[in-house]
C-alpha cells in the first residue's frame, strides 16, 4: 500500500497563499506512479469534498469548481510528493485537507484505498 503524511497546513488571511505537501512511501510491490492523487478537504459540519486531483503522469489534472483558477496540483513520481498549491484563498476554504491515492481518475472519495491523516488550513478574513 501507500502511506500518505500531509504538511504545509496553518493560519492565512484572505488573499493569501499556502502550499499544501503530500510526501507517500510505498511497500514493496507497489508504485507510487500507479495511482492517482487527490486533494479533499473537510468543514466542520459538512460533507468531504473534492478539490483536485492527478493523473499518474501528471499530465491530466481535475478541479472543483470551487477552486479552479486559484489551487493547481503537481506531482513528482521520482520523489513520491504531490502538491496543492492555494491562492487567493478565502474564509470558505477553511478545512481540514486529506491527500488521497486511489486506482480510478474520478471525483469521489469512495474510489481512493489511501488517506493523510489531515492538515488544518484556517484562512481569516
Known amino acids: 500500500q501507500v502511506k500518505l503524511v500531509e504538511s504545509g497546513g496553518g493560519l492565512v488571511q484572505a488573499g493569501g497563499s499556502l502550499r499544501l505537501t503530500c510526501t507517500a512511501s510505498?511497500?514493496?510491490?507497489?508504485?507510487?506512479?500507479?495511482?492517482?492523487m487527490a486533494w479533499f478537504r473537510q468543514a466542520p459540519g459538512k460533507e468531504r469534498e473534492f478539490v483536485a486531483s492527478i493523473q499518474r503522469t501528471g499530465v491530466e489534472t481535475l478541479y472543483s469548481d470551487s477552486v479552479k483558477g486559484r489551487f493547481t496540483i503537481f506531482r513528482t513520481n521520482t520523489g513520491k510528493t504531490v502538491w496543492l498549491q492555494m491562492t487567493s484563498l478565502q474564509p470558505e476554504d477553511t478545512a481540514v485537507y486529506y491527500c488521497?491515492?486511489?486506482?480510478?481518475?474520478?471525483?469521489?472519495?469512495?474510489?481512493?484505498?489511501?488517506w493523510g491523516q489531515g492538515t488544518q488550513v484556517t484562512v481569516s478574513s
Open positions: 488521497a491515492a486511489g486506482h480510478v481518475f474520478i471525483p469521489n472519495s469512495d474510489s481512493y484505498v489511501s
Open positions: 510505498t511497500d514493496a510491490g507497489y508504485y507510487f506512479d500507479h495511482y492517482i
